[in-house]
């Protein structure tokens, strides 16, 4: 992959890269179908990411589907899939991770040790192998998006990072790989995420400017639906993730809930009353 690289960018051409960890849906379609517009090549990679998974998560049974994956990504205009393997991105006595202080210590990073550092990580080794000018991620992942421009940037990755938006089902859904392991029953639950954040979206847009009161909001309409468990509902500045008690600038709200055991992850931005871009 690192000759193939080299040999597209040697004459001037460029390279977008959409690193994925498979079990394509539309989300990473949109991401690839942007790559192609924005580079004269368009990589993608599948790696399931064992440095990323804590010891009780779900690498084991992370949904995987190579052969649809193919299909979809030649359809999407990829025009190289680079799949390595555990083996070869880990080989026997590697040793060498990445860390970064404070963006990781709020949302996900709490309940989840180590997966930035496993995301990172991974994500700088890519780099180094897919050589790419540009860089695509979804929104979706609101933190792991921020870990990664200031992981570009604090490195010195000659690489410029693109963040698309959530592509969501026609219900309003955040598309995701892990919505393959919900019931009938936890899909009809996990409705609630986007219903709050749009909810609290508007509220923002009308002038309520207290996250303490919005987040109570959310947590007794999330705790009426079957099988919901949240683990975290945050309010917070979408550069330093710091949490915010007053929304009186542009806020992110985020938050994972576990349903039907299931962990899903969404986020919103909110615009204060004469904030809103454009
Ligand atoms: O967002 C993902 O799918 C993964 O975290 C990534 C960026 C491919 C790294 O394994």
Known sequence: MQQRAEQIRRPGKTIAFVPTMGYLHEGHLSLMKHGRKVADCLVASIFVNPAQFGPNEDLSVYPRNPERDMSLAENAGVDILFLPTAQDLYPEGFETYIIQENLPDHLCGLSRPGHFRGVMTIVAKLFNIVKPQVAIFGEKDFQQLAVIRKMTKDLNFDIRITGLPTVRESDGLAMSSRNKFLSQNDRKSALVLYEC???????????????GEIIKTCETAINSKNDTDVDYIRICDPETLNDLQTID???????????????LIDNILLFPPGTEPG
């Open 197 to 211: 954040l749009t909810k609290a979206r508007a509220r923002v847009s009308r002038g309520e400017t207290d996250a």
């Open 249 to 263: 600038k542009p806020a992110v709200m985020a938050m994972a809930v576990k349903v039907g055991g299931t962990r």
